[in-house]
């Protein structure tokens, strides 16, 4: 289904990443907001807040992180699509509410616009060290989606990307953006309505009576009734049965856990997108997501001239993590050289896949700044 | 006629799940036949109420309502049913819940969504104390209350909820015991039509916490204290209503006033600087 | 006698409705009926609760506060035309 051309700035512009994100989720069509000022992601939610009244849409500004990531779970249980936005310390606050949306299979859009951490960290500066927490920061077994954009124009892309998945899966999706990407201004385009493929929530067929708001449906994801039409259903955070209700046994805990945990991982082949470049002949493969993807290509491009075999491995969608093609690849090159703003998060679940078949080489960074590429160039040449 | 041998309330419990888990002689019971009685007295379709509840022994309120229902997380009913609110305007958001509940770990959504004048309404069963977890100080426990965190007495002072619903916004503010069921449901039905953020405290017995360590009696007692040392002051000052540990409850409308609700304030604003670019969005609210 | 008196000039009448396993044995029925209908029965229900029993069902005038007052929806009371039909007594213990 195309978009509502109502939302879509369609033409040719030049933005930063925030503010793409936010005509993201516009053309998705999202039309209930609510945020908190964090930087560096709070142009998102200013531009949210200009533009939704536009569009028969609707921002609130809460009192707090905690406020807005359930309150975009009351607006998308209303029937809208949502999104809130926030950076490292609010994306802390925000956790709980990760794992009620993925326990209560609430469709809705987080964005995080990571900066230098722990704690207040570096407010301006990028890092890319909450891909864990991203991951697991919430408690109990959970699955979620992430995706880590690396420029304005996937800002734009991705966001509308998130919101189908969120929709096809009934999980929260992470857009796991930095600063660097946030504010880096570009040109981004915009297609028109009708090219942008937006996907929409799966509604319970039959008797309301018998409708079984937890029970399977298609990739084990169950239809999604709205408020206000009868059906009467409950929802809770506590463990719950079919039909919504809490119960406390192992059983039950299994059953529900267990079907959370697989309609993200049965699917992952369906979800996971990767960006590869020059790999067919690489002897060593970089490994970077985000604004990282982007630094690696001067070094692979360095490595060319000086005739290394070397080639880029991005995943897009970084959680689920694409195992099955990392895996066909530990299958024949030398070397992975991972490449991140922390000092070793995604290069754990590479070290897993890649399961010691070949070494798996870490090239850290605190943030604050980008790695140096040439530096990296050095650790690739030591791989050999 | 049949039909009347069933409980008046069975047609809004999901009686698959009953017994509750209330205990004997808790008031909870009560705050759910009143609201049911209310809420057939409101005449609202009851398909287009959703209760809001978050964690602890009110918190099961939602569980039991055979209407949309969510039992959201410990604190945070009140942002959902904001955003439930907002989504779908022309439904009757409630929120039920403790005190412990809305007004220690949730108390700056209450104040906030009292002061954007959220257009949900909040149902408070305080009985001073963290009921389910086994008995700890709240947010409202009476200075020198016995609490499994406080085996001395408490000594920090508690909030006086409708001062503080008062103080933030709120368009209607009321307090009862469970011993006053016909007021409580006519405040019930007030609230549910009348737009804008209100608050109805509700003072309930919880016999087998707050009041044994107490050494308040059983819930049967806690009613009759109610009955006996209850004052209905409607209009009274909010400043004058705080509670003690063995003092006089005042109980009334203390509350009733008009204001635009968060939408109606946001379309207001939104006309009158955007004019003919703006589409007003739905407020829910009939004037 | 009283009660007497009053009935007879009643044009309605309340019907009492008692589900005496769902009863927890609160006593807010007995001690809040506005026409002392109920006392507190001898006997236990399944779950080991004394359950209210009817002591004078004439005098009730179906108010329902007995059913807004019970926590465990155990209780309602009608308010009935004189004519109509006999109420059910409490089976206590079942």
Same mark, same amino acid.
């Given at each position: 289904?195309?978009?509502?051309?109502?939302?879509?700035?369609?033409?040719?512009? +030049?933005?930063?990443?925030?503010?793409?994100?936010?005509?993201?989720?516009?053309?998705?069509?999202?039309?209930?907001? +609510?945020?908190?000022?964090?930087?560096?992601?709070?142009?998102?939610?200013?531009?949210?807040?200009?533009?939704?009244?536009?569009?028969?849409?609707? +921002?609130?500004?809460?009192?707090?992180?905690?406020?807005?990531?359930?309150?975009?779970?009351? *607006?998308?249980?209303?029937?809208?699509?949502?999104?809130?936005?926030?950076?490292?310390?609010?994306?802390?606050?925000?956790?709980?509410?990760?794992?009620? *949306?993925?326990?209560?299979?609430?469709?809705?859009? +987080?964005?995080?616009?990571?900066?230098?951490?722990?704690?207040?960290?570096?407010?301006?500066?990028? *890092?890319?060290?909450?891909?864990?927490?991203?991951?697991?920061?919430?408690?109990?077994?959970?699955?979620?989606?992430?995706?880590?954009?690396?420029?304005?124009?996937?800002?734009?892309?991705?966001?509308?990307?998130?919101?189908?998945?969120?929709?096809?899966?009934?999980?929260?999706?992470?857009?796991?953006?930095?600063?660097?990407?946030?504010?880096?201004?570009?040109?981004?385009?915009?297609?028109?309505?009708?090219?942008?493929?937006?996907?929409?929530?799966?509604?319970?067929?039959?008797?309301?009576?018998?409708?079984?708001?937890?029970?399977?449906?298609?990739?084990?994801?169950?239809?999604?009734?709205?408020?206000?039409?009868?059906?009467?259903?409950?929802?809770?955070?506590?463990?719950?049965?079919?039909?919504?209700?809490?119960?406390?046994?192992?059983?039950?805990?299994?059953?529900?856990?267990?079907?959370?945990?697989?309609?993200?991982?049965?699917?992952?082949?369906?979800?996971?997108?990767?960006?590869?470049?020059?790999?067919?002949?690489?002897?060593?493969?970089?490994?970077?997501?985000?604004?990282?993807?982007?630094?690696?290509?001067?070094?692979?491009?360095?490595?060319?001239?000086?005739?290394?075999?070397?080639?880029?491995?991005?995943?897009?969608?970084?959680?689920?993590?694409?195992?099955?093609?990392?895996?066909?690849?530990?299958?024949?090159?030398?070397?992975?050289?991972?490449?991140?703003?922390?000092?070793?998060?995604?290069?754990?679940?590479?070290?897993?896949?890649?399961?010691?078949?070949?070494?798996?080489?870490?090239?850290?960074?605190?943030?604050?700044?980008?790695?140096?590429?040439?530096?990296?160039?050095?650790?690739?040449?030591?791989?050999? | 006629?049949?039909?009347?041998?069933?409980?008046?309330?069975?047609?809004?419990?999901?009686?698959?799940?009953?017994?509750?888990?209330?205990?004997?002689?808790?008031?909870?019971?009560?705050?759910?036949?009143?609201?049911?009685?209310?809420?057939?007295?409101?005449?609202?379709?009851?398909?287009?109420?959703?209760?809001?509840?978050?964690?602890?022994?009110?918190?099961?309120?939602?569980?039991?309502?055979?209407?949309?229902?969510?039992?959201?997380?410990?604190?945070?009913?009140?942002?959902?049913?904001?955003?439930?609110?907002?989504?779908?305007?022309?439904?009757?958001?409630?929120?039920?819940?403790?005190?412990?509940?809305?007004?220690?770990?949730?108390?700056?959504?209450?104040?906030?969504?009292?002061?954007?004048?959220?257009?949900?309404?909040?149902?408070?069963?305080?009985?001073?104390?963290?009921?389910?977890?086994?008995?700890?100080?709240?947010?409202?426990?009476?200075?020198?209350?016995?609490?499994?965190?406080?085996?001395?007495?408490?000594?920090?002072?508690?909030?006086?909820?409708?001062?503080?619903?008062?103080?933030?916004?709120?368009?209607?503010?009321?307090?009862?015991?469970?011993?006053?069921?016909?007021?409580?449901?006519?405040?019930?039905?007030?609230?549910?039509?009348?737009?804008?953020?209100?608050?109805?405290?509700?003072?309930?017995?919880?016999?087998?916490?707050?009041?044994?360590?107490?050494?308040?009696?059983?819930?049967?007692?806690?009613?009759?204290?109610?009955?006996?040392?209850?004052?209905?002051?409607?209009?009274?000052?909010?400043?004058?209503?705080?509670?003690?540990?063995?003092?006089?409850?005042?109980?009334?409308?203390?509350?009733?006033?008009?204001?635009?609700?968060?939408?109606?304030?946001?379309?207001?604003?939104?006309?009158?600087?955007?004019?003919?670019?703006?589409?007003?969005?739905?407020?829910?609210?009939?004037? | 006698?009283?009660?007497?008196?009053?009935?007879?000039?009643?044009?309605?009448?309340?019907?009492?409705?008692?589900?005496?396993?769902?009863?927890?044995?609160?006593?807010?029925?007995?001690?809040?009926?506005?026409?002392?209908?109920?006392?507190?029965?001898?006997?236990?229900?399944?779950?080991?609760?004394?359950?209210?029993?009817?002591?004078?069902?004439?005098?009730?005038?179906?108010?329902?506060?007995?059913?807004?007052?019970?926590?465990?929806?155990?209780?309602?009371?009608?308010?009935?035309?004189?004519?109509?039909?006999?109420?059910?007594?409490?089976?206590?213990?079942?």
């Amino acid at each position: 289904m195309g978009a509502d051309p109502q939302g879509v700035l369609t033409g040719v512009h +030049f933005l930063d990443g925030d503010h793409a994100c936010c005509e993201g989720a516009i053309a998705a069509g999202c039309r209930a907001a +609510f945020g908190y000022p964090i930087t560096p992601s709070t142009e998102i939610v200013e531009r949210i807040a200009l533009r939704l009244p536009l569009v028969g849409g609707v +921002f609130v500004q809460m009192e707090d992180e905690i406020a807005s990531s359930i309150a975009i779970q009351g *607006a998308a249980w209303g029937g809208k699509k949502v999104i809130t936005v926030t950076s490292g310390p609010g994306m802390s606050l925000m956790m709980e509410h990760v794992g009620l *949306a993925a326990m209560t299979e609430t469709p809705c859009v +987080f964005v995080n616009v990571q900066r230098g951490g722990p704690s207040t960290g570096l407010p301006t500066l990028p *890092a890319q060290g909450d891909m864990m927490q991203a991951r697991w920061g919430s408690h109990g077994d959970y699955e979620i989606i992430a995706i880590s954009p690396n420029s304005p124009q996937e800002c734009f892309d991705l966001t509308v990307h998130a919101f189908n998945l969120s929709e096809r899966y009934r999980v929260p999706v992470l857009i796991m953006m930095d600063e660097s990407v946030g504010h880096m201004t570009e040109r981004v385009t915009i297609p028109h309505a009708e090219q942008i493929e937006v996907e929409s929530r799966r509604l319970p067929e039959g008797p309301k009576e018998e409708y079984l708001p937890f029970a399977p449906g298609e990739n084990l994801v169950p239809p999604m009734a709205p408020v206000g039409e009868g059906y009467r259903f409950h929802v809770t955070g506590l463990t719950h049965n079919e039909k919504g209700y809490p119960v406390m046994s192992p059983d039950v805990q299994d059953h529900l856990v267990r079907r959370l945990l697989d309609k993200i991982r049965l699917n992952a082949e369906d979800i996971a997108m990767v960006e590869e470049d020059q790999i067919q002949d690489a002897d060593v493969v970089l490994v970077a997501y985000g604004i990282t993807s982007r630094v690696v290509l001067r070094t692979l491009h360095l490595a060319r001239e000086k005739g290394l075999k070397v080639g880029v491995f991005r995943p897009v969608v970084v959680w689920p993590f694409p195992e099955k093609r990392l895996r066909e690849l530990a299958e024949r090159v030398k070397a992975f050289v991972v490449v991140e703003l922390n000092y070793g998060q995604v290069v754990l679940e590479v070290e897993r896949i890649v399961g010691g078949r070949v070494p798996t080489v870490l090239v850290p960074h605190g943030g604050g700044a980008l790695h140096n590429p040439e530096d990296i160039l050095r650790v690739v040449e030591e791989a050999w | 006629m049949k039909n009347q041998h069933i409980n008046p309330v069975e047609p809004y419990l999901r009686m698959d799940r009953m017994p509750h888990i209330w205990c004997p002689g808790c008031g909870i019971g009560i705050v759910v036949n009143c609201f049911v009685r209310a809420l057939n007295q409101s005449g609202i379709d009851p398909d287009l109420v959703s209760i809001i509840s978050g964690i602890g022994c009110t918190g099961r309120i939602a569980g039991y309502l055979k209407l949309d229902s969510f039992h959201t997380t410990h604190g945070r009913p009140i942002p959902f049913a904001t955003g439930l609110k907002v989504a779908r305007p022309e439904l009757k958001v409630l929120v039920f819940s403790g005190e412990g509940d809305l007004v220690s770990i949730g108390g700056n959504h209450l104040i906030h969504a009292a002061r954007r004048n959220s257009d949900i309404k909040v149902f408070c069963v305080n009985n001073f104390t963290y009921a389910m977890t086994g008995g700890q100080v709240g947010p409202t426990a009476p200075i020198h209350s016995i609490a499994t965190t406080t085996p001395y007495g408490s000594y920090d002072r508690p909030f006086n909820l409708p001062f503080l619903a008062d103080s933030t916004g709120a368009v209607y503010v009321a307090r009862w015991t469970t011993y006053h069921v016909r007021q409580l449901t006519r405040s019930m039905v007030e609230a549910i039509n009348k737009p804008g953020f209100c608050f109805v405290e509700i003072i309930a017995p919880c016999p087998t916490i707050y009041q044994r360590r107490n050494r308040l009696g059983d819930g049967l007692e806690a009613m009759r204290y109610y009955k006996r040392y209850s004052r209905v002051i409607n209009g009274a000052n909010t400043r004058m209503v705080g509670l003690e540990l063995k003092g006089p409850i005042i109980v009334g409308k203390f509350i009733d006033r008009d204001r635009s609700t968060l939408l109606e304030a946001m379309n207001e604003e939104f006309s009158s600087k955007l004019g003919a670019r703006y589409q007003p969005y739905p407020t829910g609210v009939v004037r | 006698m009283a009660v007497e008196r009053r009935t007879s000039r009643r044009k309605s009448r309340g019907e009492l409705f008692i589900d005496c396993e769902r009863c927890k044995g609160c006593g807010f029925c007995v001690e809040f009926c506005p026409t002392q209908v109920l006392a507190m029965g001898e006997k236990l229900n399944r779950k080991g609760y004394h359950t209210p029993v009817i002591v004078d069902l004439e005098v009730c005038t179906g108010c329902d506060l007995c059913g807004l007052y019970c926590p465990d929806f155990a209780i309602h009371a009608v308010r009935v035309k004189i004519e109509a039909g006999e109420a059910k007594e409490c089976d206590n213990g079942g």
